[in-house]
């Protein structure tokens, strides 16, 4: 494929290392002649044509930064025929041969339509802190939003030990367990309330007075924001086991900061394989890692419907609790 112009868009909730990827994308492709347009807040910029050309220096000094300096934006919009027919225009109007999108489950969806449906060529970088994308071990800013959490939790916990308390943390996951259980493993904590797995709160309850009696004096409990709000399960707890108990909720710090050497790297390395496949004429497919080695997948593979191993991990905690 004779590949002239290319755009990028960050879309969907931002996750730390995106701006490493834009620099990736934005080198490769010059590196290859091929010019880059820098796509504003997502689809909904793809529709109200908010582009920028960029250039070697646009992107300098941004691998290190969190966020995007794209900007992201979520877009009901682009949803509808019409919206899909007017991102359409503005691609043809501009003469992008071809999109290198970066996100998630949303943002790849969006890629299979203008792919598949409006012929637009397109490939996915997987950009999301919840690491719940099929064909990659890892998402680009999962490591950071691991990383993030933690740093707060093992601060949680220093008070937790010093006033004898029950804390309950939520992290984000709506429909992942992923930070919640990757966190709980490596802080340390007690339990783990995550959307794979069933939960019996009796019985957390009943381990929790049990410890009580034995002279255990605080616990950590880690919650997955979609399986249940913190402030529920702690009320729960204080009320049936009489035991003091607050609630943290982490929120949004997770999306942001410095993302970490392995979420550059990753966002680098992938970056630079999304341009190789548009430039090979590919269409309609993601990138990513399996076991160190590039591995590319089919868009409408990377958003199916996944079933994590979570057992392995969760029976970790309960025996070393």
Avoid at 150 to 158: E, Y
Avoid at 184 to 205: M, R, T
Wanted: aromatic fraction near 4%; charged fraction near 25%; include cysteine.
């Amino acid at each position: 494929m004779n590949l002239k112009r290319i755009g990028v868009l960050t879309s969907g909730g931002d996750a730390p290392g995106m701006n490493a990827a834009i620099r990736s994308v934005t080198r490769y492709a010059l590196y290859n002649k091929i010019e880059v347009v820098g796509i504003y807040r997502g689809y909904a910029g793809l529709i109200n044509e908010e582009l920028t050309i960029l250039s070697h220096r646009s992107v300098s000094n941004i691998v290190n930064r969190g966020g995007t300096i794209l900007k992201t934006a979520r877009c009901p919009e682009f949803m509808t025929e019409e919206g899909q027919r007017r991102a359409v225009e503005v691609v043809r109007k501009n003469n992008i041969d071809g999109l290198v999108l970066i996100g998630g489950d949303g943002t790849y969806r969006g890629g299979i339509d203008l792919s598949r449906k409006w012929q637009i060529p397109c490939v996915g970088i997987p950009g999301t802190i919840d690491n719940d994308i099929n064909g990659t071990d890892s998402t680009v800013g999962s490591d950071t939003a691991v990383n993030t959490a933690l740093d707060a939790i093992d601060k949680i916990r220093d008070t937790a030990t010093s006033m004898e308390r029950i804390f309950v943390v939520e992290v984000m996951g709506r429909e992942s367990g992923f930070i919640a259980l990757q966190v709980a493993v490596g802080g340390g904590a007690e339990e783990v309330i995550i959307p794979e797995k069933d939960f019996d709160f009796q019985q957390l309850c009943h381990e929790i007075v049990e410890g009580n009696l034995r002279g255990k004096i605080s616990w950590i409990i880690i919650v997955a924001e979609g399986k249940a709000r913190g402030q529920d399960i702690a009320q729960r707890i204080n009320e049936m086991t009489d035991l003091e108990t607050r609630v943290v909720v982490l929120g949004h710090i997770q999306r942001g900061g410095v993302p970490t050497a392995r979420d550059r790297i990753l966002a680098t390395r992938l970056g630079t394989v999304a341009v190789d496949l548009l430039m090979q004429g590919q269409s309609g497919k993601a990138v990513g890692v399996i076991s160190d080695e590039i591995n590319v997948v089919d868009l409408e593979c990377a958003v199916a419907p996944r079933k994590p191993q979570v057992d392995v991990l969760y029976n970790l905690i309960k025996i070393l609790t």
